[in-house]
């Protein structure tokens, strides 16, 4: 699902990734596709795995949106 002013999920790049989301994550390429991490100080590491950018990009909506 995309929210307004973001591209549609096909279209969505590692770039677009790290601009949303680098700052309070540490994202990286694995093998099955894309892995972040929180950056939080002194917090549990919480990673989240998506085999498309888009895919992770949704995955740390979903972390960020429960807090």
Do not use: C, H, K
């Amino acid at each position: 699902m995309n929210t307004p002013g973001q591209p549609p999920a096909d279209e969505v790049t590692l770039d677009d990734v790290r601009r949303e989301f680098g700052d309070r994550w540490e994202i990286t390429e694995i093998t099955a596709g894309y892995r972040a991490i929180t950056r939080e100080p002194g917090g549990t590491p919480v990673p989240r795995y998506g085999r498309t950018p888009a895919e992770l990009a949704e995955s740390i909506r979903a972390v960020e949106g429960a807090r």
